[in-house]
Nanobody, 125 residues
């Protein structure tokens, strides 16, 4: 299983970006997919997650109402739509996927075995 994250870039505060996470070697069916981010000098943190089969979603409090995680069955892709971006959203964003994540562990990076390479999001003030 390989994950490919893309869509990062430089955007002004208040702008939007859409990140994509594509899987090769398998389909997302049965997986939980998470978006995590790591800012310079900080630990990796959970941003959003989705359970593919049920569509259950979860968000970190600071992104609620601004970020939306979604999936496209036909394209086998998970998206993270990021609106009203703030400078503090600047980070490398990683997608992760695992079949064995339970809801109580969805926000923990240690629950995921499969990781993409990361895509850099820079929000200027």
């Amino acid at each position: 299983v390989q994950l490919q994250a893309s869509g990062g870039g430089l955007v002004q505060a208040g702008g939007s970006l859409r990140l994509s996470c594509e899987m090769s070697g398998d389909t997302f069916r049965g997986y939980v997919v998470g978006w995590f981010r790591q800012a310079p000098g900080k630990e990796r943190e959970f941003a959003a997650g989705i359970r593919w089969n049920s569509g259950f979603t979860s968000y970190e409090d600071s992104v609620k109402g601004r970020f939306t995680i979604s999936k496209d069955n036909a394209k086998n892709t998970v998206y993270l739509q990021m609106n009203s971006l703030k400078p503090e959203d600047t980070a490398v964003y990683y997608c992760a996927a695992d079949r064995n994540v339970i809801v109580s562990s969805l926000r923990s990076s240690r629950a995921y075995d499969n990781w993409g390479q990361g895509t850099l999001v820079t929000v200027s003030s």
